[in-house]
């Protein structure tokens, strides 16, 4: 029986993918808030739905199966039992602090009898005129009446890659770098627990979303069978990448060893894939900016624990010795002209979305780093990006693989 999870690579084809097409999440977006929820900008969401279709339209033309995170967390919910024990956990993260306030949302969403209809509300989050009217009695519902909603709203559910990430036959259910997003990955534990393709199927679960040192998708990279490539960032403790490795160890999964790359805690950056990503054998992406400073330790199973040691050479022989290549080629974001390179990597160009060995998905706003890629061999597939990047993420952030052929 074939595994519903099988990533052992960056590249191989992409033959099935999870994404979120944007919501009434990005209309609860609002000026005063916006770095409560890390966007810097508001998408404008008709839009933005346009052009996340075309990018969903370009990858079935490829014959990619696509699948929607609200279409698997909708279909988890197999018995009134596990959907109680869903609204009532989300509620509990939701930070809903009045209990009447509390008590009418769970009194809404048990009312909604359409699972999908109850997953896309849980989404969006909730105003507080959207409740029905109750008497304001406590001292936290007087006081916090300014504050427009009951629930904050997911607005970066768009980004896939971040709650979860899998890596050979597993899957890792992410502690995030921010409070309004760890609610994100409930949606992972009830898919991976429940729904029909999923649960029971024997995925092993290689970091949990209760750890206590956070973790974050896009900086998770599958460089090969034998290698992961984790991001020490923003979003990303080194303490993570030393739990993640003695999982992977624990659990005999196939990769022998796990780099760390400390790109530094910078917003610019933000997630290893940001600055870097795999878009041929031995061709990758890569911001200039990061590889002065930038410092790869490898981590490997030991007799006693893990050995962990900082690589002490340039990031193309690294990449060469533990991907067994005679040499790589940088794909520098900008080319050599660093005003070029800030700003095609703020608009996401050097976050490539391989579908293929030389095959990638990327916006079409950045022509320098896209010219470059051309010029290297690749084969590019553009897809608009005006208001999705304003979400700071492309077109890899935008997708999680869930199977790519082997390579």
């Known amino acids: ?82 959907r109680v024990k869903f609204i009532d956990q989300y509620l509990e993260e939701a930070n809903i602090r009045s209990t009447t306030a509390k008590a009418k949302v769970r009194e809404m969403l048990l009312g909604m009898k359409d699972n999908r209809e109850m997953i896309d509300k849980t989404m969006a989050g909730m105003q507080k005129v959207e409740l029905p009217q109750y008497e304001m009695n406590s001292l936290t519902d007087m006081v ?32 995030m770098y921010a409070e309004t997003r760890n609610r994100e990955t409930i949606y992972g534990e009830y898919i991976f627990a429940h729904h029909p393709r999923f649960g029971g ?8 979303r209760e750890d206590t040192t956070r973790i974050e998708g896009g900086d998770e990279l599958v460089l090969s069978k034998d290698v992961l490539a984790v991001g020490i960032s923003q979003r990303t403790d080194a303490a993570s990448i ?14 022998k060893t796990v780099l760390g790359f400390n790109i530094g805690e910078y917003r610019k950056f933000m997630h290893l894939d940001t600055v870097f990503t795999m878009i041929d054998y031995d061709k990758f992406s890569i911001h200039p900016e990061i590889e002065g400073d930038l410092e790869v330790y490898s981590i490997t199973k030991g007799t006693d624990g893990l050995n962990i040691v900082r690589e002490e050479d340039t990031l193309e022989h690294i990449l060469c010795k533990y991907l ?29 979305l391989t579908i293929a060995p030389g095959e990638v998905v990327v916006y079409d706003r950045n022509p320098i780093t896209n010219k470059l890629m051309e ?33």
Request: proline share 6%; net charge negative; glycine share 8%.
């Open 1 to 82: 029986m074939s595994r519903p999870i099988n990533v052992n690579s960056e590249i191989g084809k992409l033959k099935t993918v999870l994404v979120h097409r944007p919501g009434a999440e990005l209309e609860n977006l609002m000026p005063d808030y916006l770095e409560r929820l890390l966007f810097d900008d508001i998408p404008y969401l008709e839009q933005a739905q346009k052009e996340h279709d075309g990018f969903t339209d370009l990858l079935r033309s490829k014959d990619i199966e696509v699948l929607y995170l609200e279409d698997l967390a909708a279909e988890s919910l197999v018995t009134e039992e596990i």
């Open 144 to 175: 916090e009446t300014d504050y427009p909603f009951v629930i904050d709203p997911m607005p970066n559910l768009y980004f896939t890659r971040d709650p979860f990430a899998t890596m050979g036959h597993g899957v890792t259910l992410n502690r």
């Open 201 to 208: 199927q024997d995925v092993p679960v290689l970091y949990t």
């Open 242 to 255: 030393e739990k993640l490795a003695q999982n992977i160890f624990d659990a005999g999964l196939d990769f």
């Open 324 to 352: 067994n290549l005679d040499k790589v080629q940088l794909v520098r974001c900008g080319g050599a002209n660093i005003t070029a390179a800030a700003r095609e990597q703020w608009n996401d160009g050097s976050n490539t």
């Open 375 to 407: 010029e290297a061999g690749v084969k590019l597939n553009y897809i608009p990006g005006s208001e999705l990047v304003r979400g700071r993420g492309g077109p890899r952030c935008m997708s999680m693989p869930l199977v790519r052929e082997d390579i």
